[in-house]
T-cell receptor, first 117, second 115 residues
Framework: AQSVSQHNHHVILSEAASLELGCNYS??????LFWYVQYPGQHLQLLLK??????LVKGIKGFEAEFIKSKFSFNLRKPSVQWSDTDEYFC???????????????FGQGTRLTINP | DGGITQSPKYLFRKEGQNVTLSCEQN?????MYWYRQDPGQGLRLIYY???????QKGDIAEGYSVSREKKESFPLTVTSAQKNPTAFYLC??????????????FGEGSRLTVL
């Protein structure tokens, strides 16, 4: 089964700093990768996704991610962070069951991002 | 407005009691999911359903049960057999359109505390 690892549990940056959050996935055939953001104590929202094609994908709120197949990575980046980016970020991989064709999303452990003004 | 509604937002339960968390969506999505969130462990899948009257166990289904009698509704029951039920529970739904696989829409969550 595919798994997703996020090695940074808590990242603290100052406003205007550049951001890179790590995400590694285990190989499992077709790769479909996602980044979600969770607002404090609330729901998650999709930031961006990679299915195929251009390995550099752009999402909402100025975020982007690069799929590097040789490194099994899908790191999230933002050139200049804002205080409002303080949230928790989750990387996820789509698993497809061979038996039933059912698809389910597997999440990493999450990275808490704190931006100091 | 289309979306997913979870209720209650906060719930307290005594040990040994079953409790049911509600999840309703009006997005006309076929697939629905229940995740459990604990600090430092991310989201773990409890149960998921691709169509009405069908559902599959996720990674941590023990001590939980679900039903999918209607497309709009996917309630989760936390039974007394669940040894550590205190957690934040998130319901989600998605379309089964191939190009939008993995795009989940989440509810606001239900926080269950066992006293």
């Amino acid at each position: 089964a595919q798994s997703v690892s996020q090695h940074n549990h808590h990242v603290i940056l100052s406003e205007a700093a550049s951001l890179e959050l790590g995400c590694n996935y285990s190989y499992g055939g077709t790769v479909n990768l996602f980044w979600y953001v969770q607002y404090p104590g609330q729901h998650l929202q999709l930031l961006l996704k990679y299915f195929s094609g251009d390995p550099l994908v752009k999402g909402i709120k100025g975020f982007e991610a690069e799929f590097i197949k040789s490194k099994f990575s899908f790191n999230l980046r933002k050139p200049s962070v804002q205080w409002s980016d303080t949230d928790e970020y989750f990387c996820a991989s789509l698993n497809t069951s061979r038996i039933q064709g059912a698809q389910k999303l597997v999440f990493g452990q999450g990275t808490r991002l704190t931006i100091n003004p | 407005d289309g979306g997913i509604t979870q209720s209650p937002k906060y719930l307290f339960r005594k040990e040994g009691q079953n409790v049911t968390l509600s999840c309703e969506q009006n997005l006309n999505h076929d697939a629905m999911y229940w995740y459990r969130q604990d600090p430092g462990q991310g989201l773990r899948l409890i149960y998921y359903s691709q169509i009405v009257n069908d559902f599959q166990k996720g990674d941590i289904a023990e001590g939980y049960s679900v039903s999918r009698e209607k497309k709009e509704s996917f309630p989760l029951t936390v039974t007394s057999a669940q040894k550590n039920p205190t957690a934040f529970y998130l319901c989600a739904s998605s379309t089964r359109d191939r190009g939008r696989s993995g795009e989940l829409f989440f509810g606001e969550g239900s926080r269950l505390t066992v006293l």
